[in-house]
């Protein structure tokens, strides 16, 4: 069977802005705290932190190291399992092919173990926000989603079904759906704390098999 799952080159698609991110207030000195920021374009109003604030109130300063940990440790751990998981799949894939029941070895006792961690990470991220834990459970649902694909590549190979390998390709296609809006929602989210958040284009580009 001629394997069609679309994976010969991705790379990292959720690793994609990690590195590329930095805090854009406060670059000059070395405050560990907000007392002031500037108004943005759109006139809205920045919160600034007092004492007499409940606690649990976090300041602009705190969201946006919340952001940053969230996209710089605990996204780019989930990123590291998804890649090595990709990178296995790919050496038996695509040109690398060379019939099924290497392919399926390879899936079953690398691929699939990889991506497991990828989705037992995303699901343990403690969010610090409750907008990052919008984020959360979208990564959560994205690598849920591209975690069943394997599992539906698995079985078609093994039980000889085209129709199973076409549900495998569409939850692919639903994955990066998925990631995409995750990107654009999270760019959004992180400009509205002055930090600057870049996907590589490059690493979102696939071809299939």
């Avoid at 990889?114 to 409750?130: F, Q, V």
Wanted: glycine share 4%.
């Amino acid at each position: 069977m001629k394997n069609l799952l679309g994976l010969a080159v991705i790379s990292g698609v959720l690793l994609s802005g990690c590195g590329d991110v930095q805090i854009s207030i406060n670059k000059d000195d070395g405050s560990e705290k907000v007392e002031d920021t500037d108004k943005k374009k759109d006139s809205e109003k920045v919160e600034l932190v007092s004492d007499e604030m409940d606690n649990e109130k976090m300041s602009d300063t705190e969201k946006q190291e919340a952001i940053l940990q969230f996209i710089n440790e605990d996204i780019k751990k989930v990123a590291e399992y998804e890649v090595a998981a990709i990178q296995s799949l790919a050496t038996v894939s695509g040109v690398n092919y060379i019939d099924d029941p290497t392919l399926y070895k390879e899936l079953t006792t690398t691929t699939i173990p990889a991506y497991e961690k990828a989705l037992e990470e995303a699901k343990g991220i403690e969010a610090g926000t409750p907008e990052l834990e919008e984020m959360k459970n979208r990564i959560v649902t994205a690598t849920q989603t591209f975690y069943d694909a394997l599992i539906l590549e698995k079985k078609a190979i093994k039980g000889q079904d085209e129709g199973l390998i076409e549900e495998s390709n569409a939850k692919v296609d639903e994955y990066y759906r998925l990631v995409e809006a995750y990107h654009a929602d999270m760019k959004v989210l992180a400009e509205e704390y002055d930090v600057t958040y870049e996907v590589d284009e490059q690493n979102l580009e696939t071809d299939s098999l």
